[in-house]
């Protein structure tokens, strides 16, 4: 069965903390995203990457850095955590122009 | 840049059909999803629009018209377990970008 697994369900982080969200697919797929989703906004991309050690910034990437050192693996960094980080995170990959698949997401508190 | 429109609530009986719109505003187009996402669960597939017309897929069909901005989504037989958050999300032309944009999602409630 195919898999996008994202490595915490959930988290607690205090504002000023360095906070690391992995994700890992084993698809081989090229494309991987990271999404941030809260009530009544949807999902905003947050950065994109078309390969290795490629990335894009997408609607919302301040505050947000990320590396894709290996193709299965794009990991997401908050800098410095603040609590209007606090949100459910979600990776997804796909290949081409395929639609996506998910991850089951890592809910992030700031505190 | 993107806008994408969708209903916040819907609610439903069960055994009815309810139809979920989602309109459009985009600088390109090539193609239109849906995905069904549960309460603390990831989204999931439903179906992909990229012609103009109607894809049916069992109980679930969903309908493009790429002049008008529109697309739909329909659910026959509801089932209380359809109960979840359907979110339309386009896709921009192909070559330029790969990600998607997504509405807001549609919460439905199917009622027994």
């Known amino acids: 069965d195919v898999k996008v697994t994202q490595s915490s369900r959930y988290l607690v982080k205090r504002t000023g903390e360095k906070v690391f969200l992995e994700c890992v697919q084993d698809?081989?797929?090229?494309?991987m995203f990271w999404y941030r989703q809260d009530p009544g906004l949807g999902l905003r991309l947050i950065y994109f990457?078309?390969?290795?050690?490629?990335?894009e910034k997408g609607d919302i990437p301040e505050g947000y850095s990320v590396s894709r050192e290996k193709k299965e693996r794009f990991s997401l960094i908050l800098e410095s955590a603040s609590t209007n980080q606090t949100s459910m995170y979600l990776c997804?990959?796909?290949?081409?122009?395929?639609?996506?698949?998910f991850g089951s997401g890592t809910r992030l508190t700031v505190v | 840049g993107q806008n994408i429109d969708q209903p916040t609530e819907m609610t439903a009986t069960e055994g009815a059909i309810v139809q979920i719109n989602c309109t459009y505003q985009t600088s390109g187009f090539n193609g239109l999803f849906w995905y069904q996402q549960h309460a603390g669960e990831a989204p999931t597939f439903l179906s992909y629009n990229v012609l103009d017309g109607l894809e049916e897929k069992g109980r679930f069909s969903s309908f493009l018209s790429r002049s008008k901005g529109y697309s739909y989504l329909l659910l026959k037989e509801l089932q209380m377990k359809d109960s979840a958050s359907y979110l339309c999300?386009?896709?921009?032309?192909?070559?330029?970008?790969?990600?998607?944009?997504f509405g807001s999602g549609t919460q439905l409630t199917v009622l027994p």
């Open positions: 990457s078309y390969d290795v050690k490629m990335k």
């Open positions: 698809m081989d797929h090229e494309n």
């Open positions: 999300a386009v896709r921009p032309l192909l070559g330029s970008a790969r990600q998607l944009t």
């Open positions: 997804a990959s796909s290949r081409g122009a395929d639609g996506y698949t």
